[in-house]
C-alpha cells in the first residue's frame, strides 16, 4: 500500500478502462507517496480532469506545468486550455499569438491550441488557418500533439470540419466528417450539417401572366 509507482500504474489502467474517479483516487495517493512523481503524473492527471470537467484542476494544473517547465513548449497549451475550459477564450487567444509571435517556429500544439481558442470565440475563418498551419506540421513529423492526444489527427480533423463548415467549405468538411464518423459517431450533426450547405436554396419564379390570351 505504501509503493508509489504501483498506485501510479493502477491510476493509468484505471482510466484506460474509463473509471476516472477511481483513477483520480489512485493517482492521488501515488503523488501523495512520491511527490517527486507528479510530473510524470501530469498527462494522466490532466486528462482526468478533462473528462471530468474539473476547470480549477486544470488551471491548478497548468499553472504547476509552468512551474516545473518555465520554458517547456507546452505551457502556453496547458495555460491556453485552463482558459478555455473556464470560459476565457479570448485571453486564450491573446496569450498564444503572443507566444506565435515570439516564436514563430512553436510546434504544432500550440497552432492546435490557438484554432481551438478561435472555435471559442466563433473566429471560424482564424481557426480554419490556424488548424491547418498545426496539420501540415503533423505531415512533416511534428509529434508534439502526440503529448497531449492519444488520436492527433483525428482531433484535429474533426476541429478543422468544424471550422470549415461554418465557413462554406461544405463539402470538405463532409468528407473529413464522414471518413471520421467510426471512431466519432457524434460527427452525424456535422455530416448533415455539411449537406445542408451544399444544397442550393431554391429561387423562386415570380408567375408572369399570359399577356396573349
Given at each position: 500500500?505504501?509503493?508509489a509507482?504501483?498506485?501510479?500504474?493502477?491510476?493509468?489502467?484505471?482510466?484506460?478502462?474509463?473509471?476516472?474517479?477511481?483513477?483520480?483516487?489512485?493517482?492521488s495517493?501515488?503523488?501523495?507517496?512520491?511527490?517527486?512523481?507528479?510530473?510524470?503524473?501530469?498527462?494522466?492527471?490532466?486528462?482526468?480532469?478533462?473528462?471530468?470537467?474539473a476547470?480549477?484542476?486544470l488551471?491548478?494544473?497548468?499553472?504547476s506545468?509552468?512551474?516545473l517547465?518555465?520554458?517547456?513548449?507546452?505551457?502556453?497549451?496547458?495555460?491556453?486550455?485552463?482558459?478555455?475550459?473556464?470560459?476565457?477564450?479570448?485571453?486564450?487567444?491573446?496569450l498564444?499569438?503572443?507566444k506565435?509571435?515570439?516564436?514563430?517556429?512553436?510546434p504544432?500544439?500550440?497552432?492546435?491550441?490557438?484554432?481551438?481558442?478561435?472555435?471559442?470565440?466563433?473566429?471560424?475563418?482564424?481557426?480554419?488557418?490556424?488548424?491547418?498551419?498545426?496539420a501540415a506540421?503533423?505531415?512533416?513529423g511534428?509529434?508534439?500533439?502526440?503529448?497531449v492526444?492519444?488520436?492527433?489527427?483525428g482531433?484535429?480533423?474533426?476541429?478543422?470540419?468544424?471550422?470549415?463548415?461554418?465557413?462554406?467549405?461544405?463539402?470538405?468538411?463532409?468528407?473529413?466528417?464522414?471518413?471520421?464518423i467510426?471512431?466519432?459517431?457524434?460527427?452525424?450533426?456535422?455530416?448533415?450539417?455539411a449537406?445542408?450547405?451544399?444544397?442550393?436554396?431554391?429561387?423562386?419564379?415570380?408567375?408572369?401572366?399570359?399577356q396573349?390570351?
Amino acid at each position: 500500500p505504501k509503493n508509489a509507482e504501483v498506485w501510479s500504474l493502477l491510476g493509468v489502467i484505471l482510466r484506460t478502462a474509463g473509471d476516472s474517479s477511481g483513477a483520480d483516487h489512485a493517482l492521488s495517493i501515488a503523488a501523495a507517496l512520491e511527490p517527486s512523481l507528479t510530473s510524470d503524473l501530469f498527462a494522466d492527471r490532466w486528462v482526468l480532469a478533462e473528462m471530468q470537467g474539473a476547470t480549477d484542476e486544470l488551471v491548478t494544473l497548468a499553472e504547476s506545468y509552468a512551474a516545473l517547465h518555465p520554458d517547456g513548449a507546452a505551457g502556453p497549451y496547458f495555460r491556453a486550455k485552463a482558459l478555455l475550459a473556464i470560459g476565457e477564450p479570448l485571453e486564450a487567444i491573446e496569450l498564444l499569438v503572443d507566444k506565435l509571435q515570439q516564436a514563430p517556429d512553436s510546434p504544432a500544439l500550440i497552432w492546435y491550441a490557438l484554432g481551438e481558442a478561435y472555435l471559442g470565440r466563433n473566429g471560424y475563418k482564424e481557426a480554419a488557418t490556424a488548424l491547418e498551419v498545426a496539420a501540415a506540421l503533423l505531415a512533416r513529423g511534428d509529434a508534439s500533439l502526440y503529448s497531449v492526444s492519444d488520436d492527433p489527427v483525428g482531433d484535429l480533423s474533426s476541429r478543422l470540419a468544424r471550422a470549415y463548415v461554418h465557413i462554406q467549405r461544405c463539402a470538405e468538411a463532409e468528407d473529413i466528417a464522414r471518413r471520421l464518423i467510426p471512431t466519432q459517431p457524434e460527427l452525424e450533426a456535422l455530416v448533415e450539417q455539411a449537406v445542408i450547405c451544399q444544397t442550393p436554396t431554391p429561387t423562386l419564379t415570380p408567375w408572369i401572366p399570359d399577356q396573349q390570351r
